[in-house]
């Protein structure tokens, strides 16, 4: 008999045309890459094709490319599925469709949840990278008045971006990132006093959040708060799960005690 697949969370991961035995740096805590970001283990594959200039425009021929990527996941062990660009929602649907573990394409999922914590005149700035690229199905909110409580800035510009949409990407310094980022929260909440949280699409961002927080005191959620939500959800369920003593479990066998009497003795 095989061995059982490690439980992992999976990413999709997009094209970086490395080298076959390349040995890439090890991602840092607190990015989507890392195991150490979620104390769990990660596993990655490619989406052939899935380089950057194509997955932020928007390329439909790539979600079959996806959909295999994702199913190589889940047979490699994969419990959760997550993707290493906020443009991959687009392909949520049929990812979502072809695997049988939940998948979280984007940050973008949690805007509906986000918009519900804050209060009714709060808004929540949405940071990404290339905004003339985000179409309003992407953001999924069909409410007019919710609609109106998003303000959706942009890195366009940045250093990150320029080298991202480059065949290979070089490597971006986390100060460039961190600083454009920085620089763009400050500009949303001149112009948007009233925003109270932050969310940011670009898989990237994550290792800026702390210093977001500290400059403008806000909440900030990004691809890591919902893959940590989605495992502690998942995976930490079989890992954490409460077992019936061997006495209990004999009694519940033999019909001697209620549904109700059971929960009340192992929670």
């Known amino acids: 008999m095989s061995p059982q697949p490690q439980p992992s969370l999976g990413i999709l991961n997009l094209e970086r045309g490395e080298a076959a035995d390349a040995m890439p740096a090890a991602p840092l805590r607190g990015c989507l890459m890392s195991s150490a970001t979620y104390d769990f283990p990660v596993i990655s594959e ?7 200039d194509l997955v932020v425009p928007g ?3 790539l979600e079959s490319a996806c959909v295999a990527a994702a199913k190589r996941l889940v047979e490699r062990g994969a419990v ?3 993707a290493n660009c906020g443009y991959f929602i687009r392909h949520q649907a049929a990812v979502a469709a072809a695997v049988d573990v939940p998948v979280v394409s984007s940050s973008l999922l949690l805007m509906p949840a986000l918009l519900g914590q804050l209060p009714a005149a709060a808004k929540l700035a949405v940071l990404v990278a290339q905004p003339k690229h985000l179409s309003e199905d992407m953001l999924g909110i069909t409410d007019p008045f919710a ?3 998003v303000v959706i800035g942009g890195i366009e510009d940045s250093v990150l971006v320029r080298n991202e949409n480059m065949r290979p990407p070089p490597p971006t310094d986390l100060a460039d990132i961190e600083k454009d980022v920085l620089a763009c929260a400050e500009r949303l909440r001149r112009s948007h006093p009233d ?11 994550p290792l800026t959040a702390p210093a977001v927080r500290r ?4 909440p900030v959620y990004d691809i890591t708060t919902l893959c940590r939500m989605t495992l502690a959800s998942v995976a930490s369920a079989s890992k954490y799960a409460v077992e019936p ?6 009694k519940l066998k ?7 009497q059971y929960h009340a003795e192992i929670f």
Request: net charge neutral; hydrophobic share 50%; with cysteine.
């Open 254 to 260: 033999m019909g001697e005690r209620s549904c109700s």
């Open 46 to 52: 490619t989406v052939v094709g899935a380089w950057v």
């Open 80 to 82: 959760a599925i997550s």
């Open 215 to 218: 400059m403008t005191g806000l």
């Open 147 to 149: 609609r109106a409580r």
């Open 195 to 205: 925003i109270k949280a932050f969310l940011f699409e670009c898989t990237a961002m």
């Open 59 to 61: 390329a439909p021929e």
């Open 245 to 250: 003593s061997a006495e209990l479990a004999v």
